[in-house]
């Protein structure tokens, strides 16, 4: 797999990572479709350590008692996501890559809330509530 790199939009907060996503998914919470302005999020998972930023870091946002929602302080982008009960794991955005092509999601979560009109026809899994994620 080629090397992962993404950023914000104003391209002010950028990121590196050393490894591939031990998970990928899609979420269809209400908190991630208000954060994202989107239908639906897309996540990719990994180890804290494996994620190195450039130039500064993403300006954290609390939006419940343990999540702390990453993004850019100058062009507001959607850029990650970390429980504070897990701080050894960060998730990204894979809409924030510049390739999202090389990440694919492979679950659904939280489809409970998913949008009527939103049609995805795949062979993900999907779970109506919250996520089962395991590193390998
Ligand atoms: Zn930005
Ligand atoms: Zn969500």
């Not at 950028?14 to 239908?39: N, Q, W």
């Not at 804290?48 to 954290?60: L, S, Y």
């Amino acid at each position: 797999m080629k090397k992962l790199e993404g950023g914000c939009l104003c391209e002010s907060v950028r990121y590196h990572i050393s490894a591939t996503p031990f998970a990928a998914e899609y979420c269809h919470c209400r908190m991630c479709k208000k954060v994202s302005g989107a239908p639906v999020a897309s996540w990719m998972d990994f180890k804290i350590a494996q994620v190195t930023w450039k130039k500064r870091k993403p300006v954290e946002y609390q939006s419940s008692e343990n999540v702390l929602r990453g993004f850019c302080p100058t062009c507001g982008s959607s850029l990650s996501f970390r429980d504070t009960e897990h701080p050894e794991y960060i998730t990204l955005t894979i809409a924030s890559l510049d390739e999202p092509n090389l990440v694919k999601p492979t679950y659904h979560i939280y489809t409970a809330s998913q949008l009527k009109w939103l049609n995805i026809d795949d062979e993900c899994k999907r779970f109506t509530a919250g996520p089962v994620k395991s590193p390998n």
